[in-house]
């Protein structure tokens, strides 16, 4: 064989060695498609001798290579009018393909849905996306272009399982680190806010890893499928789950009183260890957000929006409910477009916290299209920020009210 080494057929997954149809007990070495002169002319005399080329039977043999050969690209590539953008890679949720076909190839998406579908045997349902987002949930319009019409699926992240319907909530796979990033910062003993919250991704492992979780969304599937997720991983009796405008869900949880120890403790801003306190509703029914709740964390993940809810903050503490706590660290994601600087991003928070930002970081999440970038503003509230003013006077209350609803 290596005597023959550039002649002998050698393309992926094809043996060069088969049988002969016509005779079972003989064997045919494929030459290259190339070789048109099977007495090999080209080859030296010694190189022959060595391995009796002369002697060898010579026949020819047609080699079909069938659909099942190819792979989607390289069919799509003989199915589509030349020139075509063709698809040869896409996302993928559970057993979802969603694309974003461009219009060149509208024409041919459900030819694009059948071979995708074909292809990837994982594969059960492909799906474009129409239109922009417009949706007041932030969900897209998909079509269906091939396989089941059911968008119920199941994902996982770093092992943990989540299910959802792709139709009716929002989700992406590319922020699985950007989770696991910000869980990190979440220390044993603290309670996270999670104030726009989808399926989960933050509450459900914030919860595996110990933590206690106030977990809100205002899309009634995200809430749902929210607490699906918390009872599937079994950590309902960590979570409590609540469906409303994250604005609501945050004052609720500002308002004045005192919810119940846990029997657990956590370092206070004096150094003492306090008792960290927790809703007392049961497992199965969390009421409505309970007044006096304290949290150190929140989280606050809808990019296109959530800075501009930085404003329920101003003011809204009360001093007595978080006497001895640490005020929380709020981590906003936004995006940062074209010229726009980091501090340009800050300046922005400020604007609509109505107050100073401290000791910001930023951090970049993803590049989401040509200059437009998804970040994570970071920052632990102020007590100038968090309070309302000691003499009582209303303060920036005319801002807040312009900049909130």
């Known amino acids: 064989m290596k005597a023959l080494r550039g002649l002998v057929l050698d393309i992926p997954r094809q043996q060069s060695v088969v049988r002969d149809p016509s005779d079972d007990s003989t064997r045919l070495l494929l030459l290259k498609e190339e070789v048109k002169d099977g007495s090999l002319p080209t080859m030296s005399e010694e190189r022959r001798a060595e391995i009796g080329v002369d002697a060898l039977?010579?026949?020819?043999?047609?080699?079909?290579?069938?659909?099942?050969?190819?792979?989607?690209?390289?069919?799509?590539?003989?199915?589509?009018?030349?020139?075509?953008?063709?698809?040869?890679?896409f996302e993928t949720v559970g057993h979802i393909a969603h694309l974003n076909l461009r219009d060149e190839v509208l024409e041919y998406k459900h030819v694009i849905g059948r071979v995708l579908l074909d292809k990837n045997p994982r594969l059960k349902t492909v799906v474009n996306k129409v239109g922009s987002?417009?949706?007041?949930?932030?969900?897209?319009?998909?079509?269906?272009?091939?396989?089941?019409?059911?968008?119920?699926?199941?994902?996982?992240?770093?092992?943990?399982?989540?299910?959802?319907d792709f139709g009716e909530v929002y989700w992406n796979s590319r922020l699985e680190a950007e989770h696991k990033r910000l869980i990190e910062q979440i220390r044993p003993g603290e309670i996270l806010c999670d104030a726009m919250c989808g399926i989960g991704p933050f509450a459900v492992p914030a919860a595996k890893a110990g933590r206690r979780v106030y977990a809100n969304d205002?899309?009634?599937?995200?809430?749902?499928?929210?607490?699906?997720?918390?009872?599937?991983?079994?950590?309902?009796?960590?979570?409590k789950c609540y469906n409303m405008c994250a604005r609501e869900f945050i004052r609720k949880l500002l308002r004045p009183g005192k919810v119940e120890d846990t029997g657990e403790t956590t370092v206070g801003?004096?150094?003492?260890?306090?008792?960290?306190?927790?809703?007392?509703?049961?497992?199965?029914?969390?009421?409505?957000?309970?007044?006096?709740?304290?949290?150190?964390?929140?989280?606050?993940?809808?990019?296109?929006?959530?800075?501009?809810?930085?404003?329920?903050?101003?003011?809204?503490?009360?001093?007595?409910?978080?006497?001895?706590?640490?005020?929380?660290?709020?981590?906003?994601?936004?995006?940062?477009?074209?010229?726009?600087?980091?501090e340009d991003v800050v300046r922005r928070g400020e604007g609509h916290l109505g107050a100073a930002i401290a000791n910001p970081t930023v951090h970049e999440v993803r590049d989401v299209a040509p200059n437009k970038i998804m970040l994570c503003l970071s920052f632990r509230i102020t007590s100038?920020?968090?309070?309302?003013?000691?003499?009582?006077?209303?303060?920036?209350?005319?801002?807040?009210?312009?900049?909130g609803d």
């Not at 100038?384 to 900049?403: H, L, Q, S, V």
């Open 57 to 89: 039977e010579r026949t020819t043999h047609d080699l079909v290579l069938s659909y099942d050969y190819f792979n989607a690209e390289q069919v799509l590539r003989r199915l589509l009018p030349e020139g075509c953008d063709v698809p040869g890679s």
């Open 133 to 164: 987002i417009e949706s007041e949930f932030r969900v897209p319009t998909w079509e269906l272009l091939a396989g089941d019409t059911s968008l119920e699926t199941e994902v996982r992240q770093h092992g943990i399982p989540f299910k959802l």
């Open 218 to 239: 205002l899309n009634p599937s995200c809430a749902r499928y929210t607490r699906v997720n918390c009872v599937g991983n079994k950590v309902k009796n960590l979570v």
């Open 269 to 342: 801003t004096d150094g003492k260890r306090r008792a960290v306190q927790w809703a007392a509703t049961g497992e199965d029914v969390d009421g409505e957000p309970p007044s006096g709740a304290v949290f150190d964390h929140v989280t606050m993940n809808l990019p296109a929006t959530a800075i501009e809810f930085l404003d329920v903050f101003k003011g809204a503490f009360d001093r007595e409910t978080w006497a001895g706590h640490h005020l929380p660290v709020i981590h906003v994601y936004t995006f940062k477009r074209g010229t726009e600087t980091v």
């Open 384 to 403: 100038d920020a968090a309070f309302p003013p000691e003499d009582g006077t209303k303060g920036n209350e005319a801002k807040r009210a312009k900049i």
